[in-house]
């Protein structure tokens, strides 16, 4: 009994040391975003940004949005609001068609209304961010 207790202890021990590495909590920061979509707009999907602590400089994601639909983004990270993640909306030419970084200045959300149904790319890329670290969620209107 002695030793299952001593392997059940070093077990966890082992555990807890293993997850004392940063991690990127980015369910916290999707919840935070999605209190702050706008009036009218309903949920459609979270994104996770995890940077992997500085070790990937770009996260994508693609979705299919709607000609003439209302889309929203908003974003938030450990660095606080949006501050040092950019994101780029990029279309099928990847061609960049909306971003929340405008004049050095980071924005929380966006709204971009949709001029043509296809494939669009969510870049998401960190400038002076100290934790790499947040999520973003997409709303609609119609």
Do not use: W
Request: hydrophobic share 35%; with cysteine.
């Amino acid at each position: 009994m002695k030793n299952f207790l001593f392997a059940f202890l070093v077990i966890v021990g082992c555990g807890m040391m293993s997850k004392a590495t940063a991690q990127c909590n980015s369910d916290l920061y999707s919840e935070k975003s999605m209190k702050k979509i706008a009036p009218g707009f309903l949920y459609e999907k979270s994104y996770r940004v995890d940077g992997r602590d500085g070790r990937a400089q770009k996260v994508e994601y693609s979705c299919i949005l709607s000609k003439d639909t209302n889309y929203s983004f908003t974003m938030n990270t450990k660095d606080g609001g949006s501050e040092g993640l950019v994101f780029s909306l990029l279309d099928q030419r990847r061609a960049q068609v909306a971003t929340n970084y405008v004049n050095n200045k980071f924005f929380t959300g966006i709204h971009y209304k949709c001029k043509s149904t296809g494939l669009y790319v969510l870049n998401f890329t960190f400038k002076d961010s100290k934790s790499h670290c947040g999520a973003a969620v997409l709303a609609f209107r119609r």
